[in-house]
């Protein structure tokens, strides 16, 4: 582990705790500062599980059912690339400055899925490339990784909902058959669902991000972890070290995954 970087995301003392990062040279680690969470996702700090605790089977998912492209199961890259860009599935098309599809490794095996771009994404084209980004990059930096080299990144819709508002459930069905054929395609061996709107569309519940965070669920078969938004961990940073939790339970569930046949 990257030790000057875990110390740049204020992650060392979480690091220390788990033993990934060499103890302090006199005293034992200090635990991470007290977690603050917001009203709406208090809960009691709690242990995360072994991946070898399944979540249980999450309620159906509140979103309205769409019908999915003519031919979106058959795509490869470039035409799912050139089906997205072309996309007018919802009324998002209308503002955008071009649709945002999804960066990485095209097999994975981590996938990261967002809410959706924001003003510099829909600027570049590119998933996370703002402040958020920038965090994201550095906590899969820590954990040795980064977009492209084993990570796929995409969002639950890859247009900007203006002014960054959180896209509707009739978007987010709207543009459900491309995640999902992008799921497809990178078969990874574990999802992290970064925050509510894609907590939500990948395991089908509506429970507080609190409560879903700490178990595996399954996206299609597939192992899931929640955790928190980028953007949500800028403004709330003692939730930081519960994300970087999240990661390194991510971490074990894929080992756990990439360990069976
Ligand atoms: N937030 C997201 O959820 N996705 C992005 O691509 C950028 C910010």
């Given at each position: 582990?990257?030790?000057r970087?875990?110390?740049?995301?204020?992650?060392?003392?979480?690091?220390?705790?788990?033993?990934?990062a060499?103890?302090?040279?006199?005293?034992?680690?200090?635990?991470?500062?007290?977690?603050?969470?917001?009203?709406?996702?208090?809960?009691?700090?709690?242990?995360?599980?072994?991946?070898?605790?399944?979540?249980?089977?999450?309620?159906?998912?509140?979103?309205?059912?769409?019908?999915?492209?003519?031919?979106?199961?058959?795509?490869?890259?470039?035409?799912?690339?050139?089906?997205?860009?072309?996309?007018?599935?919802?009324?998002?098309?209308?503002?955008?400055?071009q649709?945002?599809?999804?960066?990485?490794?095209?097999?994975?095996?981590?996938?990261?899925?967002?809410?959706?771009?924001?003003?510099?994404?829909?600027?570049?084209?590119?998933?996370f490339?703002?402040?958020?980004?920038?965090?994201?990059?550095?906590?899969?930096?820590?954990l040795?990784?980064?977009?492209?080299?084993?990570?796929?990144?995409?969002?639950?819709?890859?247009?900007?909902?203006?002014?960054?508002r959180?896209?509707?459930?009739?978007?987010?069905?709207?543009?459900?058959?491309?995640?999902?054929?992008?799921?497809?395609?990178?078969?990874?061996?574990?999802?992290?669902?970064l925050?509510?709107?894609?907590?939500?569309?990948?395991?089908?519940?509506?429970g507080?991000?609190?409560?879903?965070?700490?178990?595996?669920?399954?996206?299609?078969?597939?192992?899931?972890?929640?955790?928190?938004?980028?953007?949500?961990?800028?403004?709330?940073l003692?939730?930081?070290?519960k994300?970087?939790?999240?990661?390194?339970?991510?971490?074990?569930?894929?080992?756990?995954?990439?360990?069976?046949?």
């Open positions: 582990m990257d030790e970087l875990l110390r740049e995301l204020e992650l060392l003392p979480v690091a220390r705790l788990y033993g990934l060499t103890p302090a040279a006199r005293e034992p680690a200090p635990l991470p500062a007290a977690p603050r969470e917001p009203a709406a996702v208090a809960e009691a700090p709690r242990r995360v599980p072994t991946p070898a605790r399944q979540a249980p089977p999450s309620p159906a998912p509140a979103a309205p059912v769409v019908a999915p492209p003519a031919g979106v199961e058959a795509m490869d890259w470039e035409a799912l690339r050139a089906a997205v860009r072309d996309c007018r599935r919802c009324g998002l098309c209308e503002q955008r400055k649709a945002v599809f999804g960066v990485g490794s095209p097999t994975g095996p981590w996938l990261f899925v967002g809410e959706g771009p924001g003003a510099e994404e829909d600027d570049r084209g590119e998933p490339v703002g402040q958020a980004g920038r965090l994201l990059d550095g906590m899969l930096a820590a040795r990784l980064a977009r492209g080299r084993e990570v796929y990144i995409a969002n639950v819709v890859k247009c900007r909902p203006p002014g960054n959180v896209p509707t459930p009739g978007e987010a069905a709207a543009c459900a058959a491309w995640l999902d054929r992008q799921v497809e395609l990178v078969a990874p061996r574990v999802i992290v669902a925050g509510k709107t894609a907590a939500t569309r990948l395991t089908g519940s509506e507080s991000l609190a409560g879903l965070r700490g178990r595996v669920h399954a996206y299609r078969g597939i192992p899931l972890v929640v955790t928190y938004h980028p953007a949500y961990l800028l403004r709330n003692p939730d930081k070290a994300a970087w939790e999240d990661l390194l339970f991510a971490r074990r569930t894929l080992a756990e995954s990439a360990a069976r046949p």
